[in-house]
């Protein structure tokens, strides 16, 4: 008897085109829109156009279909498009599902009193972080990154955690052959970063030395899946009068703690230094 092959249930039966021609080229605009929205905190539709490389016109039937459906607002006092409630519904649904943001809350929120340092959570995208939860400090100078940011994950604290534990190979195809600059510390080159990432591998937690940002670091650790598999990171981060150089192994080893914590608490393995 033949065996019967399972269909893939997320596509139609017998489809096996997998050409650009399978796009969308509307929903892709509208969703190259999205991001653009997504990415500021209030945008006109001037600055959403040019953003995006595309027309004031084509923006705004995209947008006004968006508002239709509550995932942009537009705010008519200022004139400026948001992201909408439904699209945040749409994001929390991605969060709801990874239960790390739900799990990591109060160990974040421990973190924070502990050290007085902002703590945060991220994921690693394409070779960048993306912030999905924050607990501030009170101090009046801190760090900020409200849910959703995005960052250089080369640049990061968390996005150097998250790398190092990944497969070598997908740690080095992430990263461009230059890397962008920021400040003076700043790592730019791939082989130095690589052999960033193997001190980090045996330290067990990374450190963002001022390399995004001047007069800011942050300590990060790696969150493991069921599979022993990297798949978030959590730090600390504060200006570095603060966060200071001979407080690296402390806040290394509380937030290395935390992320394990993070990490049996939503069913993962603990990874083991050097592992």
Avoid at 2 to 20: E, I, L, M, Q
Avoid at 25 to 39: G, Y
Avoid at 227 to 256: C, H, M, Q
Wanted: charge should be neutral; glycine fraction near 10%; hydrophobic fraction near 40%.
């Amino acid at each position: 008897m033949a065996a019967v092959t399972a269909r893939n249930r997320g596509r139609p039966k017998a489809f096996h085109d997998k050409s650009h021609d399978v796009l969308i080229q509307s929903l892709d605009r509208a969703m190259e829109v999205l991001k653009t929205v997504a990415s500021g905190n209030g945008m006109t539709l001037t600055m959403i156009a040019e953003t995006g490389g595309q027309s004031a016109p084509t923006c705004y039937r995209i947008l006004t279909t968006l508002k239709k459906h509550r995932i942009v607002e537009f705010d008519e006092v200022g004139q400026l498009w948001h992201v909408g409630l439904e699209g945040f519904r749409i994001g929390m649904n991605f969060i709801g599902r990874t239960r790390i943001a739900e799990q990591s809350r109060p160990v974040m929120q421990r973190i924070m009193t502990e050290t007085g340092e902002t703590a945060n959570l991220a994921i690693l995208d394409r070779g960048e972080v993306t912030f999905i939860s924050q607990v501030e400090t009170h101090e009046p100078i801190r760090a900020f990154f409200r849910p959703g940011t995005r960052g250089p994950g080369h640049a990061s604290g968390i996005g150097k955690a998250i790398m190092a534990f990944l497969p070598e190979e997908q740690a080095r195809a992430s990263l461009p052959e230059d890397l962008p600059r920021y400040t003076a510390n700043t790592i730019t080159t791939r082989d130095a970063f690589m052999a960033e990432l193997a001190e980090i591998r045996a330290r067990g937690f990374a450190i963002d030395n001022e390399e995004r940002t001047e007069g800011m670091r942050c300590i990060a650790a790696p969150v493991f899946n069921a599979y022993n598999e990297v798949v978030a990171g959590v730090s600390l981060s504060g200006p570095s009068v603060r966060v200071k150089l001979e407080r690296d192994e402390e806040f290394g080893t509380l937030i290395r703690s935390a992320a394990d914590e993070i990490t049996r608490a939503t069913g993962g393995i603990v990874k083991g230094i050097s592992d």
